[in-house]
């Protein structure tokens, strides 16, 4: 391997159908690159279904940060004939198609494609054909120059309990596929730089996860719903190691139910879905709002009414989750633009909603949820861990406990049931301070003023003013929220040579940070030209931000076609605003 | 030791005459006699006029939204499994609203104590009818009568392989609170279906109604053979029985999850220094 200090920047793309292992190789991959010490993002594209169909999986790395996939491929591994028909218009000028004639049953005489027996050599390595996707990672780490030490060691930590023969033959695999693409692959000429250390390679729905595991999060209820699922998948990985029960509910009503019942009890909990499931959540929503029961809710975005497109992504439930459920009330939404924020953010809702004892939703969308992004490391001294709930000895020393108390911040002491002969009484219904229903007049008003209006300012000032990415005084600024925080980067990052531009991504959404908190709403004013980036159509971030600060954007730029904002199409999008 | 006294809650907003104030007395006497206190157990309930119920008594109270007791019940008892989790429901509440919630409860055999007040009548939105109405009954909502059939809550249960599967009447007193103390005793879940005259809107099932048709389940009857239990819970008619119907040993769905075997969730103590350290070993598999 010979290293030249250029600036390295690849992208690889796995196509072809559902259940050939596209996942495998792609995993693997980004795996090999981020702990060779590289920059990586992937992401990943798939129809609903679990066999056949088009898929694919873009890998791109690089030696400094990257936030976004690029179009341009420089590598393509094809599994079926799609993925040469879809893909050989984005093959940058230097890039190569590898594929094996006897899967896509064709011969491609183009100096530009090789063809790499995966399966020829996979069965003489002693396996079987699911081998293929061994050969064409052991090819691609060829075709790079890459060491494929790491390569081998994934494989022997993978496979180490089905027995010697196999991991031989998986070995032989990788390194076969390597000679074979680094003896015919002629027209590679991909240059490295050197790496740096080691890097983790994360993705949305393991950092919220992994911000539930660090919240002390002991409960978690849901129903699977596409692309909540891996959040639940995650922490019942994670169940017996930190001692967290998760239950699969039967339904999404079940869910937050289940959830809200944990936390009465006195334990951290949370639940996940997609719009159609938080749908079904919203009387839960309302119901945690009125016991003043902490909960946290991760909305996974995807594209509805209904159905929509289930492994497609949108931002549309933006409105939705703020004004979702019956009745006034606080809440509070924050939304990720990338794994790290993603970690932290949910340890700020488990915080806030322990805090003021309301519910915390955190959005996410397909987008966030299949793509994955590399960190150097995560700075553990940000988190946060209080325990609001009034304990033992406190409690005791309360002549009289009333568990929705009248105070000056609108928070009442919260007990654990059981932990005292103190009683713990909630009610759906309007209630006294102790819990029991009422209906007059008087009562209501401060049990609403206690609720709402007292907290709703005390959170405001929690919140943080949003992130300026590029130019200080900018003449161009798009504004975003929550996913497009990467794609938006980059596009500040192509254009800025060129324009005065800066990003202002959002990931604290509401109560929208105050206007008085940082500089935002000076620095809009003062720019020419701000558009306002959404993967929707209904421009629901311009308008909360119009109904919060009566600042109107200058332009829109919405997609709402199910398919991710690209750097390229973004820029090209501002270009057309900027000329 | 708690005595009744202690029992004594919010004034009830039950009608004079409702099956629900002798439902009560039967709970409170029952409890006292268990030499429960108040504070070691917490009632579930969701909307209804069975579901004011603990408000008059004196326990930990979680009321919550229509139909939805038995999932708060699961998530407290999950977290907490050493209290005591009743929940109360009607029969609108439990059997139709709630129906899918049942199921499921019922499938997990988690310790939870359900008390069905059925009085096979809405109460509070005045006279519509209930799962557990009779067919042909005529109310202001069914000016034709009831067209779809009965549910049977104890066939359902029976069914289901519920843990514990009882059915009381309001009516008799000593009886209920027996039945009461059973249920609470029995490992797994437990449904006791109430058989409670609603005096103002149900003027078909009334106390003389029931009175006529409600006997003891004999002693011989063996309430651990399932088949004979499906039998037993499909008489319904001129002889309604009451008792315990079905009951078995299947293990309490708490005792199966590994993680609360040494204490309950919520006796497990979290600190930062213990997640900060946690945290940074499980970050180590992302490199």
């Given at each position: 391997m010979s290293f030249q200090e250029v600036s390295l920047d690849y992208s690889i793309r796995v196509g072809g159908?559902?259940?050939?292992?596209i996942q495998t190789i792609g995993d693997t991959l980004s795996k090999v690159f981020s702990r060779t010490g590289y920059y990586v993002f992937t992401h990943q594209d798939y129809m609903?279904?679990?066999?056949g169909g088009h898929n694919f999986y873009q890998i791109r790395f690089a030696d400094k940060p990257i936030s976004a996939s690029r179009?341009?491929?420089?590598?393509l591994v094809a599994l079926d004939k799609e993925s040469v028909r879809l893909y050989e218009k984005f093959m940058s000028p230097s890039g190569v198609v590898i594929y094996d004639r006897s899967l896509l049953k064709e011969e491609f005489n183009n100096p530009r494609f090789l063809h790499i027996p995966f399966i020829d050599i996979a069965l003489q390595s002693g396996?079987?054909?699911?081998m293929a996707n061994v050969v064409a990672t052991g090819a691609v780490l060829g075709m790079l120059g890459i060491s494929i030490q790491i390569f081998l060691d994934i494989v022997k930590d993978t496979l180490k309990k089905k027995g010697e023969n196999i991991l031989n033959a998986n070995i032989k695999a990788a390194l076969s596929g390597r000679d074979y693409a680094a003896t015919h692959c002629l027209q590679c000429a991909f240059i490295l730089s050197s790496p740096d250390k080691p890097k983790m390679l994360m993705g949305v729905n393991e950092a919220i996860g992994l911000g539930a595991l660090a919240s002390g999060c002991k409960f978690y209820a849901a129903y699977p719903m596409t692309p909540s699922t891996g959040i639940m998948l995650y922490i019942a990985s994670k169940a017996q190691e930190y001692g967290i029960v998760v239950e699969q509910a039967e339904d999404e009503i079940a869910a937050i139910n289940m959830a809200l019942g944990a936390s009465f009890a006195g334990v951290r909990s949370m639940t996940g879905t997609s719009g159609g499931g938080f749908a079904l959540m919203v009387e839960g929503l309302s119901l945690a709002a009125m016991t003043e029961t902490p909960v946290v809710i991760a909305l996974a975005q995807r594209p509805?009414?209904?159905?929509?497109?289930?492994t497609r992504t949108e931002q549309g439930e933006l409105l939705f989750a703020l004004h979702a459920g019956h009745g006034e009330f606080p809440r509070v939404m924050f939304a990720p633009g990338n794994p790290e924020q993603a970690f932290f953010l949910t340890n700020k809702a488990f915080h806030l909603s322990q805090k003021y004892q309301i519910p915390a939703i955190i959005f996410t969308d397909q987008y966030l949820a299949d793509s994955q992004w590399t960190f150097n490391?995560?700075?553990?001294?940000r988190l946060v861990y209080k325990d609001y709930r009034i304990h033992t000895e406190e409690l005791e020393s309360y002549s009289v406990y009333k568990r929705h108390a009248f105070t000056e911040s609108g928070v009442s002491p919260f007990a654990i049931p059981g932990e005292s002969s103190h009683l713990v009484v909630t009610d759906s219904?309007?209630?006294d301070e102790e819990g029991h229903i009422i209906e007059d007049g008087a009562t209501r008003i401060k049990m609403v003023d206690k609720r709402l209006l007292k907290k709703l300012p005390r959170i405001a000032e929690e919140m943080a003013p949003p992130v300026l990415y590029g130019?200080?005084?900018?003449?161009i600024i798009i504004v975003g929220w929550g996913s497009t925080y990467g794609p938006m980067k980059e596009a500040v990052d192509t254009i800025a040579p060129k324009q005065s531009i800066a990003m202002m991504h959002?990931?604290?959404?509401?109560?929208?940070?105050?206007?008085?908190?940082?500089q935002y709403h000076t620095i809009l004013k003062k720019a020419r030209l701000t558009l306002c980036v959404e993967?929707?159509?209904?421009r629901q971030f311009a308008r909360l931000l119009k109904a919060e600060t009566g600042y109107e954007c200058t332009g829109y730029i919405n997609r709402y076609d199910g398919r991710p904002f690209t750097v390229e199409s973004l820029v090209e999008e501002i270009n057309g605003y900027t000329g | 030791m708690a005595t009744l006294d202690d029992y004594k809650g919010q004034m009830p907003a039950?009608?004079?005459?409702?099956g629900n104030y002798a439902i009560q007395k039967a709970f409170k006497e029952a409890f006292v006699e268990m030499g429960?206190?108040?504070?070691?157990f917490t009632i579930v309930s969701g909307i209804g006029?069975?579901?004011?119920f603990p408000h008059y008594i004196r326990c930990h109270t979680f009321n919550g939204l229509h139909g939805r007791t038995l999932p708060v019940a699961t998530g407290l008892k999950l977290s907490n499994h050493e209290m005591l989790v009743v929940a109360i429901a009607g029969d609108g509440d439990?059997?139709?609203?709630?129906g899918n919630h049942l199921i499921h409860a019922i499938r997990r055999n988690i310790s939870i104590k359900l008390f069905v007040h059925d009085n096979?009548?809405?109460g509070l939105t005045k006279g519509q009818a209930s799962?557990?109405?009779?067919?042909g009954m005529v109310t202001k909502n069914q000016p034709f009568g009831v067209l779809s059939g009965q549910l049977n809550p104890m066939a359902l249960a029976v069914a289901l392989d519920c843990s514990f599967v009882a059915r009381g009447y309001a009516g008799d007193h000593e009886h209920l609170k027996t039945l009461i103390k059973e249920a609470i005793e029995h490992k797994g879940f437990s449904l006791v279906d109430i058989l409670q005259p609603?005096?103002?809107?149900?003027?078909?099932?009334t106390y003389a109604w029931y009175s006529e048709r409600v006997y003891h389940i004999e002693?011989?009857?063996?309430?651990?053979n399932r088949v004979e239990a499906f039998q037993k819970a499909l008489e319904w008619g001129m002889r309604i029985p009451i008792g315990i119907i079905y009951k078995n040993n299947r293990t309490p769905?708490?005792?199966?999850?590994?993680?609360?075997?040494?204490?309950?969730l919520v006796k497990q103590t979290i600190t930062m220094e213990t997640l900060k350290k946690s945290i940074e070993q499980t970050l180590k598999e992302y490199y």
């Open positions: 159908e559902a259940g050939q292992g609903s279904r679990v066999r179009e341009s491929i420089d590598i396996g079987n054909k699911i509805g009414p209904a159905t929509g497109l289930p490391e995560f700075d553990l001294n219904d309007e209630h130019a200080t005084e900018p003449d959002f990931s604290e959404l509401y109560p929208f940070p105050p206007v008085h908190n940082g993967n929707n159509a209904g | 039950w009608c004079p005459g409702c429960i206190e108040p504070y070691q006029q069975a579901s004011k439990c059997y139709g609203e709630g096979q009548i809405y799962p557990t109405s009779m067919e609603c005096v103002t809107f149900n003027t078909v099932n002693s011989s009857y063996d309430p651990t769905f708490e005792e199966k999850i590994p993680v609360i075997q040494a204490k309950p």
